[in-house]
C-alpha cells in the first residue's frame, strides 16, 4: 500500500496516494470488467464509430491476450470513424495532389505523437497511464486538469457531431414516408435523443450495448466500401456521375420537393462564399449550375484558406490517441517500440483508406461534395440509391446506439472533474446526462453541416490531443533544454501554430456564411410576404 511520507517525487503515482483520477480509473476498470464480457476474438474491439474508447482494456489478473495483427486492427477501429465522410469534402478543399500531401504529412505526425506518448509513458514510468494522469505525472495538478477537460470537450464535439450525423442521413429515408413533419431535421434528431439515447443514457450499465461497436464497426466499413464500389463505377463511366447528380424524380410524391430547392440554395450561397476570392472559370460555370460541379478534379488548392479549412477535419480524423493505452495494456511484451510498430501500420491503414475514399467521393460529386458524403447521394431517383439507403439506414442507427457509449465517457470525466470520486448517485448521474444531451442535442440541431462541427473540435481539442499534450509529456520533465528533440519539438510548435491559425479561419467562414444565409432568408420572407 502506498503511503504518503514515503513519496520522493510529489507528482509520481507510484510513490503517492490515489487522486481521484486514480481511484476513479481503477474503480472504473474494475467496474468494467464485471460488465464487459464480449468473446474472445471481439476482447479487445474498444471503440464507437466516433473513435471512442468504451470499455478501457485492463490487465488486473488477466493474461495479456493481444498481438500486433489484433492491436493493429483495434486501432484502426478507433482511427476509421465519422471523420470518413467527411474526407471527399476535405479533398474537394486542398485539392488531390494538396490532399495526399496533407494526408500523407499529418498521418506522419499522429503516427510519431503515438511513438511520443509511449515513449514518455515508459520513460516516467506513468501506472494506470491515460491523459489525465500523464498530465499529473509530467506537469502537475493543472496537467491533469488541463488534459481532462482537453478530453471531456473532444467527447462533447463528438457528440454533437453524431447528431448532425444522424439528422443527415435519416432524415431524407424517414421523409419518404410522406409526413410533412419529415421535412425538418430537428424532429427526427429530438425524438430519437429524446425516446431512445436519454433512455438508454439511465442505464446502471452499457452491458445491454457491448455489441454495438463491433456492429458500428461493419457498417462504417460497409458505407466505406460502398463509396470505394461507387466511385469506381463512375471512373468507368463518367456519365454515371450525371445521373447520381440529377436523379430521376418524375415519379416522386415527396412533400419536401420545395424544402429540397430551399437547401440547395443555401448550398449555393455557402458555396458561393467559400470561393468568393478565388474564382475560376470553372468554377464559374459550376456555379450557375444546380449540381455545382465541375468537370475536372483541381489538383490543388484554390487558396490558403482552403487548407486551413481542411486540416483540422484531418486531425480530427486521425484522433486515436486516447484509446492507445488500453490497446497497449493488452499488448503482449510490451514497449514503445513494439507499440510503435502497431502505430506505423495502423495509421498507415487509415491514411491508405481515408486517401481513397476522399479521391473517390471528390471525383464523383467535384465541387458538390458537401462535408458529409452521404448527404450527396438521393435517396430515390438513381442506381445506386436502394445500396446507399440501405447504408445510410445502419449508419444512421449505429450512431443512435453508440450515441450513449459517447456520452457515457464524457460523463464520467465531468463527474470527477465537477464533483470527484463521490459514490454513485441516480439524481447526480440524471442531471450530468440531460444536461450532456441538451447542449450536444441543441448544438447539433441547430448546426447544419458536418465540417462546421469537425472544424471547430479540429481546431482546438484534435490539435491538443493529437500534437500538443504528447509532445509536452515528453518534453516538460526534461532537464536539457527542448530545442536539443527536435522532433518532439516540432510537434509542439505545429500544434501551437495549427490552433489559432485554423480556428480564425473556421471563424470567418461560418460567421461569413451565417451572415449570408440570414440576408438571404430575409430576403426570401420578404419576397414571400409581397407575393401574398
Known sequence: MNQPFLQQDPYDPKTQPLTT????????????????????????????????????????????????????????????????????FACKRLGVVGFVLAMVFLAFLADYAIEVLFLSVEKWNVARARYPSMGRRTMGKWGESVSSWVVTIQQFGACTGYTVIIGDVLQPIVALSGWEWTCERWPLQLGLLSVVVFPLLLLPSMSSLKYVSFVSLLLIWSAVLAILVNGLMVVADPQRRDALIHPDTHHTTSVCHQLNATSS??????????????????????????SFTTEHMQMFPHS???????????SFAFLCHQNTFPIYKELQQASPQKMAKVGHYSIFICCFVYILSGIMGYYTFLEGTQSNLLRNFKVEGTYFSGTMDVVRTGFGISCVLSFPLMVWEARHNLDILLFGNRPYAFWRNFGLNLGILVICGSIGMSVKKLDVVLGFIGSTCSPIMVFILPALFYLV????????????????IWGIALIPCCLAMWAMENV?????????????????????
Not at 513 to 526: A, K, P
Request: proline share 6%.
Open 512 to 532: 461569413v456564411s451565417l451572415r449570408v444565409l440570414i440576408i438571404y432568408r430575409y430576403c426570401h420572407c420578404f419576397d414571400l410576404c409581397i407575393d401574398g
Open 477 to 492: 520533465p526534461q532537464e536539457q533544454k527542448w530545442t536539443n528533440f527536435p522532433r518532439p519539438f516540432f510537434l509542439l
Open 304 to 314: 490558403f484558406g482552403d487548407v486551413l479549412a481542411a486540416l483540422p477535419i484531418i
Open 21 to 88: 483520477t486514480d481511484e476513479a480509473l481503477a474503480n472504473e476498470e474494475e467496474m468494467i470488467n464485471a460488465i464487459w464480457s464480449p468473446p474472445a476474438d471481439l476482447r479487445n474491439n474498444l471503440i464507437s464509430p466516433g473513435g471512442t474508447t468504451i470499455r478501457p482494456a485492463s490487465d488486473l489478473g488477466k493474461e495479456k491476450s493481444g498481438t500486433v495483427s489484433s492491436s493493429v486492427f483495434n486501432l484502426c477501429n478507433t482511427v476509421l470513424g465519422s471523420g470518413t465522410l467527411a474526407m471527399g
Open 265 to 290: 440554395m443555401e448550398e449555393y450561397y455557402h458555396h458561393v462564399n467559400s470561393h468568393n476570392n478565388h474564382t475560376t472559370p470553372s468554377s464559374s460555370s459550376s456555379s450557375s449550375s444546380s
